[in-house]
T-cell receptor, first 116, second 111 residues
Framework: GAVVSQHPSWVICKSGTSVKIECRSL??????MFWYRQFPKQSLMLMAT?????????EQGVEKDKFLINHASLTLSTLTVTSAHPEDSSFYIC????????????FGSGTQLSVL | KQEVTQIPAALSVPEGENLVLNCSFT??????LQWFRQDPGKGLTSLLL?????REQTSGRLNASLDKSSGRSTLYIAASQPGDSATYLC??????????FGTGTRLKVLA
């Protein structure tokens, strides 16, 4: 089946630093990837839609200057949390749409970010 | 604005029972609906995808139905096993490929 690789799986950083999370589609091309955030015992909230070769589309209430998204190739999208603060601590999950497989959505394994 | 709700929020059952998880959505104009499984601290695994023109999908012990007009979907799990313990999420999209997720059902199957 389609595989989406997300790295790193967990990261601990000091307040004020920036953290980059990578999301790769390993066996298919993904023109569109999605970034979600999940707080403990809550559902996934869509943050932004990442489009290859163009600017990302952010959901209402998500700061585009804080959560930088780059989708430079058909298999890689990155999310950079800039100047992270403790309230940014969360579980971040990426997903990619495989057009060739009935438009199923495949998810990465997630990244647990803890900001001290 | 689409809202997706899942009932129950949590469920604990003995091994072997047949289960029904419910998902409801407020806007019936959906393109498709997916059921996912999430293990603690992990990503999501797609279980079943139902296109808006379909009424049900089956995979092994899982069966998902869709009643678009009433805004409901159910996930039926037959002969539950401890390995089925996880959080089950349903999600809908209206065709923009942005999925709106439900609140999830945390399932625990006791051995």
């Amino acid at each position: 089946g389609a595989v989406v690789s997300q790295h790193p799986s967990w990261v601990i950083c000091k307040s004020g630093t920036s953290v980059k999370i990578e999301c790769r589609s390993l066996d298919f091309q993904a023109t569109t990837m999605f970034w979600y955030r999940q707080f403990p015992k809550q559902s996934l909230m869509l943050m932004a839609t990442s489009n290859e070769g163009s600017k990302a589309t952010y959901e209402q209430g998500v700061e585009k200057d804080k959560f930088l998204i780059n989708h430079a190739s058909l298999t890689l999208s990155t999310l950079t949390v800039t100047s992270a603060h403790p309230e940014d601590s969360s579980f971040y999950i990426c997903s990619a749409r495989d057009q060739g497989r009935f438009e199923k959505l495949f998810f990465g394994s997630g990244t647990q970010l803890s900001v001290l | 604005k689409q809202e997706v709700t899942q009932i129950p929020a949590a469920l604990s059952v003995p091994e072997g029972e047949n289960l029904v998880l419910n998902c409801s959505f407020t806007d019936s104009a959906i393109y498709n609906l997916q059921w996912f499984r999430q293990d603690p601290g992990k990503g999501l695994t797609s279980l079943l995808l139902i296109q808006s023109s379909q009424r049900e999908q089956t995979s092994g012990r899982l069966n998902a139905s869709l009643d678009k007009s009433s805004g409901r979907s159910t996930l039926y799990i037959a002969a539950s096993q401890p390995g089925d313990s996880a959080t089950y999420l349903c999600a809908v999209t209206s065709g923009t490929y942005k999925y709106i997720f439900g609140t999830g059902t945390r399932l625990k199957v006791l051995a």
